[in-house]
């Protein structure tokens, strides 16, 4: 692997697994450790927080993503690691604007060739989270941007206070690109304590909401997150992982927005082929937390035997069975209830 790190003249590069730094002048000096990435700062006071910001052909949303962070009025040291896909676009160019006015602020990780798409193995997350040295850690992605020059102040506030609790969040709002509909609330959140059962039943926590402490990232469930070739969505075991080890708390003042658009990263698996792969992530989430997840996830996989039906009526009687097989394994009573209503369905 290859890649560039901009840290205003500084360029990271990788040659034959060896990590080299590029001063001014084209000299080359070997480095052993991150750490050595950040040895010429300015500000020495250790990082509260350390926020995580992936982006790839952002250019119309970047600048807004990137303002959020550096107006951000907070009595702690934090710091932006904003990893660049190797757009194809000025991404990484306006990026770098930002690294030089901020340098103490923005730090970009910048690559050569697109890791996103290289096989075997989260690449991107092997990159970038070495580099988070913050007590806690913040998401954005590059297309969604924060509102609250205060957010990140309110949110460290409440967990310095509370140890107790390992997950913070807020309240966003909800913009649609195309303008098909008017902005409004993610989600109806108040203000109080949340559960495991309300946040995996209903989601209420937009990227750019999430605030946790770094220790969540080396602890043995999300090591085991990591290492799953089975769980599709970041965001979701991120937050299954804190609540694990601890308890959530909202604000429900929206402090961030939420962008909806076609090449959002999110990926949508509502489709008939990616039907097994749900249903594994889900017995992922079962293995791997245990708690509400079991009997979310039972229920959940027995719902999806439904699509037994559809993939029938497509004449894809493969894959209806190892949907069944699948269902009757990991959740038999929910899977028999399914296959009760099997006549009502085939008759629609």
């Known amino acids: 692997m290859s890649h560039l790190l901009f840290y205003g003249v500084v360029i990271l590069i990788s040659v034959n697994n060896t990590r080299q730094i590029l001063m001014s002048g084209n000299q080359f000096k070997n480095i052993g450790s991150i750490g050595e990435l950040f040895a010429n700062e300015t500000d020495k006071r250790p990082v509260m927080v350390s926020v995580k910001c992936l982006a790839y052909n952002h250019e119309k949303f970047i600048r807004q993503a990137l303002d959020g962070f550096v107006m951000q009025k907070t009595n702690f040291r934090y710091e932006v690691l904003i990893h660049d896909d190797a757009s194809t676009d000025s991404t990484a160019a306006i990026i770098t604007e930002y690294a030089e006015k901020y340098p103490d602020i923005i730090k970009p990780l910048l690559e050569k060739e697109n890791l996103f798409s290289k096989p075997d193995g989260d690449h991107i997350n092997q990159t970038i989270l070495p580099a988070l040295r913050g007590k806690y850690i913040a998401l954005c992605e590059g297309d969604d941007y924060w509102t609250d020059p205060n957010k990140l102040q309110k949110q460290v506030d409440f967990l310095e206070a509370h140890p107790d609790y390992t997950f913070c969040f807020h309240n ?81 003042e929206p402090m961030s927005v939420y962008r909806i658009q076609p090449t959002g990263a999110t990926q949508h698996l509502n489709d008939l082929d990616n039907v097994l792969k749900l249903m594994e992530q889900e017995a992922e989430y079962m293995n791997t937390f245990g708690g509400y997840s079991i009997k979310r996830g039972k229920k959940y996989i027995g719902s999806m035997v439904a699509n037994c039906i559809i993939l029938l009526k497509n004449k894809r009687l493969k894959d209806s069975i190892r949907v069944l097989n699948f269902g009757l394994k990991k959740s038999p009573l929910q899977t028999l209830i399914s296959l009760a209503k099997f006549p009502l369905r085939l008759m629609k």
Request: proline share 7%.
């Open 172 to 252: 966003a709002i909800l913009h649609f690109e195309n303008g098909s509909q008017p902005d409004k609330p993610f989600t109806n959140l108040e203000t109080r304590e949340y559960s495991e059962k309300e946040l995996i039943d209903d989601w209420k926590a937009p990227t750019a909401a999430f605030l946790f402490p770094s220790k969540i990232l080396n602890s043995p469930i999300y090591q085991q997150v990591l290492a799953s070739k089975k769980l599709i969505v970041g965001d979701n075991p991120l937050m299954r992982t804190c609540m694990h080890y601890g308890r959530a708390y909202a604000f429900a």
